[in-house]
């Protein structure tokens, strides 16, 4: 993966510009979360890419032995309290969706570091 130091945006190796403000794209450095155990069942096998608030993963969770995403959301996100209500008040809405054309929201917690992290199924409904 390369990544903009402009917008942020990642993309695949084949790119050399940013196709949203043409900036050159530099190499992704390796991620300190990848190869890591969250939370004592969430074990992090890649990332996927960043998010609007924060940076998401392909894991396996190891209670339920099934593929799953974790969303390891910014700290930025959670630095005022009413800013991790705004979160919290979100989480609570998402955990009672039930829809096919959503990916369900199954767990929030707090991972090692203090970061918030969510868990979502690998499929819909």
């Not at 969770?61 to 309290?81: G, M, N």
Request: with cysteine.
């Amino acid at each position: 993966m390369k990544c903009c130091g402009h917008c942020g945006h990642e993309w695949e190796d084949s790119f050399q510009y940013c196709p949203n403000d043409a900036t050159p794209l530099q190499a992704t450095p390796p991620d300190p979360l990848v190869g890591t155990l969250l939370r004592s069942k969430y074990e992090i096998l890649q990332r996927l890419g960043r998010g609007p608030h924060g940076m998401v993963y392909r894991a396996h969770h190891r209670i339920a032995d099934q593929a799953c995403v974790v969303k390891v959301l910014d700290s930025e996100l959670t630095r005022e309290e009413s800013q991790l209500q705004q979160v919290k008040a979100g989480v609570r809405f998402a955990l009672g969706l039930r829809s096919p054309h959503t990916v369900r929201l199954y767990d929030f917690d707090y991972a090692e570091g203090g970061r918030l992290l969510s868990g979502r199924g690998a499929g819909r409904g």
